[in-house]
């Protein structure tokens, strides 16, 4: 089991920046694809940024250009930073950990969500 811990949403003005943080408790944080979520009221939970285990990392259309992610294997964190912040940015964003077999043990396989952060973008 993976645990995921999020910090870093806050109120903040449009055009505000903001830098969510998610640390894991995996031994092996390097082998999960890590990923930011958002659930806004009334919708349905989207994907926003992804970075692999390889480092590759990319992030959807409403937010390119203003928001990147980013890990730190030694810390077992993933960043998401956002800048030039919407109010339709405004959402509870997850912190995702994917992992498989074979690189994956039994133990280590999975999907695993953090407990969600609040981020509201408003005047």
């Known amino acids: 089991q993976v645990e995921l811990v999020e910090s870093g949403g806050n109120l903040v003005q449009p055009g505000g920046s903001l830098r969510l943080s998610c640390t894991s408790s995996a031994t092996r944080f390097a082998i999960y694809t890590m990923s930011w979520y958002r659930q806004a009221p009334g919708k349905y939970r989207e994907l926003v940024a992804v970075?692999?285990?390889?480092?590759?990392?990319s992030t959807r259309d409403s937010v390119k250009g203003r928001f990147t992610i980013s890990r730190d294997n030694a810390k077992k964190t993933v960043y998401l930073q956002m800048d030039s912040l919407k109010p339709e940015d405004t959402a509870v964003y997850y912190c995702?950990?994917?992992?498989?077999?074979?690189?994956?043990?039994?133990?280590?396989?999975?999907?695993?969500w953090g407990q969600g952060t609040q981020v509201t973008v408003s005047s």
């Open positions: 970075v692999t285990a390889g480092n590759s990392a």
């Open positions: 995702n950990a994917k992992a498989a077999a074979p690189i994956a043990t039994t133990s280590e396989e999975g999907d695993f």
